[in-house]
């Protein structure tokens, strides 16, 4: 009887044993972080992530809900631990631009695998930046707000991004990456403060998020496969945009895009595919475009395969990009322009596998045009402007 009881108490020491390290929950202010607003940050949530990734068990870092400035934050992999989760109900700020005028990434999650980012503020504090591009001096780049790099199964969940000194998120040679509910706001004149560019990954989703921005909303580069971008609204900014493409001679392709339930608000482009006037062996193929709204537009539907801004190294060359297989389906709004669909194609590859079908934008309450060059696909029903496919 004694025996079957100290076996049973054992059992029960190791359950809880077992149950106490199943989750370690560690709070940044523990390792020192002041969230004074002025006090460097960094050492602490560096200390923070190194006991996090050395755990073998699921280990969830907690900000709490204050003002922490925080120098540069780099969060190396790999590591032992596949879930770490950081819970930030505080502000993150960054320095002024001149004292990180070499830094190109401000927080950085690189080599990492199961790491999910919920809540929280990250001010970049751009605009000191922006002012210093604006009067041409010789001002740095910038860095970007949140780069995720070489990564596997990241989610960003209810973060809200503000005023990049350049883009606010970068997702880049990485797989199965889920952004959620997050917001993205600078103003409309900023510059280059893409909301999120997303390059060489596969699998990543953008899901119910709101970007006001001075650039694209999304930027979609070389080596992107598999995207989803679903119930996002963007405005201002410059749209959703696949491209600029071919801008070197050797590229990846970019294959398998959604956007669905997308609002553009006064928005430079809508729905955009750009690519360079010159030679490149990258191409786009399967993309679908469908439920989309557009508010006062300027270009709501545009394929330009003539970019070539001061006409550097394009004279006389045609894009090498081979655009096929996209389609464009109730696609409903206003333009701000009379040509509301355009297909400028590339002579030496022309656009294939064009549709179009239920596209209703109107032009100053009157109907818009179209423009086709280059152009092959099919046009479906309810197609106003009429389609020059
Ligand atoms: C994110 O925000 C949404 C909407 O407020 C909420 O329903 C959801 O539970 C939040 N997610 C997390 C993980 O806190
Ligand atoms: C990409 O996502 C799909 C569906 O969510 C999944 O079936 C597939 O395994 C994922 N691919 C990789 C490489 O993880």
């Known amino acids: 009887m004694t025996m079957l009881r100290n076996v049973a108490l054992l059992f029960l020491f190791f359950i809880s044993l077992l149950s106490s390290i199943h989750a370690l929950d560690i709070n940044v202010a523990d390792f020192g972080a002041k969230g004074d607003g002025k006090t460097d940050a960094s050492p602490a949530f560096l200390e923070a992530w190194n006991v996090a990734c050395s755990s073998l068990t699921p280990t969830t870092i907690y900000v709490p809900r204050k003002r922490y400035f925080l120098s540069q934050a780099i969060f190396l992999g790999p590591c032992l631990n596949s879930g770490i989760t950081f819970r930030i109900e505080g502000i993150l700020a960054a320095p002024n631009y001149k004292t990180m005028a070499s830094i190109e990434n401000w927080v950085t999650f690189d080599k990492v695998e199961g790491v999910t980012v919920i809540g929280g503020f990250l001010d970049a504090r751009g605009s000191s930046l922006w002012a210093c591009k604006d009067t041409n001096k010789d001002c740095p780049d910038g860095a970007s707000t949140l780069s995720i790099f070489s990564s596997k199964d990241?989610?960003?969940?209810?973060?809200?991004?503000?005023?990049?000194?350049?883009?606010?998120?970068?997702?880049h040679s990485s797989e199965n990456v889920i952004v959620q509910g997050v917001r993205i706001y600078a103003p409309q004149e900023s510059p280059n403060t893409d909301g999120i560019h997303v390059q060489n990954s596969l699998n990543v989703s953008i899901l119910d998020t709101g970007i006001k921005t001075g650039d694209d909303c999304v930027s979609i580069g070389p080596g992107t496969k598999n995207l989803l971008?679903?119930?996002v609204?963007?405005?201002?900014?410059?749209?959703?945009?696949?491209?600029?493409?071919?801008?070197?001679?050797?590229?990846?392709g970019v294959e398998n895009?959604?956007?669905?339930?997308?609002?553009?608000?006064?928005?430079?482009?809508?729905l955009r595919i750009k690519s360079w006037g010159r030679p490149s062996t990258g191409y786009v193929k399967g993309v679908v475009f469908?439920?989309?709204?557009?508010?006062?537009?300027q270009y709501p539907i545009i394929i330009?395969?003539?970019?070539?801004?001061?006409?550097?190294?394009?004279?006389?060359?045609?894009?090498?990009?081979?655009?096929?297989?996209v389609s464009y389906s109730a696609i409903k709004g206003t333009s701000a322009t009379k040509v509301a669909?355009?297909?400028?194609?590339?002579?030496?590859?022309?656009?294939?596998?064009?549709?179009?079908?239920?596209?209703?934008?109107?032009?100053?309450?009157?109907?818009?045009?179209?423009?086709?060059?280059?152009?092959?696909?099919?046009?479906?029903?309810?197609?106003?402007?009429?389609?020059?496919?």
């Open 341 to 389: 669909m355009k297909f400028d194609c590339s002579a030496k590859n022309p656009c294939k596998g064009i549709s179009v079908q239920d596209i209703k934008l109107t032009y100053q309450g009157d109907s818009a045009e179209s423009f086709c060059q280059n152009v092959h696909g099919v046009t479906g029903s309810y197609v106003s402007p009429p389609s020059c496919l």
């Open 257 to 270: 895009v959604a956007v669905r339930n997308v609002v553009f608000t006064g928005t430079q482009n809508g």
């Open 154 to 171: 990241i989610t960003i969940q209810n973060l809200t991004l503000l005023d990049a000194k350049l883009y606010h998120v970068v997702i």
């Open 290 to 297: 469908k439920q989309v709204l557009m508010n006062d537009v």
């Open 229 to 231: 971008i679903q119930r």
């Open 233 to 252: 609204a963007c405005g201002p900014g410059h749209g959703i945009s696949i491209g600029s493409l071919g801008k070197g001679p050797v590229e990846e």
């Open 304 to 325: 330009d395969q003539n970019y070539c801004p001061q006409n550097e190294g394009c004279p006389g060359q045609n894009s090498g990009i081979q655009i096929s297989d």
